[in-house]
């Protein structure tokens, strides 16, 4: 059992950055698999990046592919998504979510979820 947070949402411009945070409380971090997921109006849900509970291996949408990154300090029970090069296409909720097993893109594969933070790119 774990509980999700996200903060660090807000408005920026476009090719500005922003950094979401990811809090989890009643169990140990390292043992979950933590994946960032985002929901625009109107459009389903989205696998954004993922980092193993294993061995800490990462995973990126080939949308978000060399503008975010994802990473954990477990000792904060933390996982952070920097977001650089923003463009209007990635306004979205975010949301974290947690498993027990290796990254899927399957947002049924995570059994704990935060309540999201919302992002916006625009000039």
């Known amino acids: 059992q774990v509980q999700l947070v996200e903060s660090g949402g807000g408005l920026v411009q476009p090719g500005g950055s922003l950094r979401l945070s990811c809090t989890a409380s009643?169990?140990?971090?390292?043992?979950?698999?933590i994946a960032w997921f985002r929901q625009a109006p109107g459009k389903e849900r989205e696998g954004v990046s993922c980092i193993s509970s294993s061995d800490s291996s990462t995973f990126y949408a080939d949308s978000v592919q060399g503008r975010f990154i994802i990473s954990r300090d477990n000792a904060k029970n933390m996982v952070f998504l920097q977001m650089n090069s923003l463009k209007p296409a990635d306004t979205a909720v975010y949301y974290c979510?947690?498993?027990?097993?290796?990254?899927?893109?399957?947002?049924?594969?995570?059994?704990?979820w935060g309540l999201g933070t919302q992002v916006t790119v625009s000039s």
């Open positions: 979510a947690a498993g027990g097993t290796g990254c899927h893109w399957a947002g049924s594969e995570y059994a704990y």
């Open positions: 009643g169990s140990d971090l390292d043992v979950y698999t």
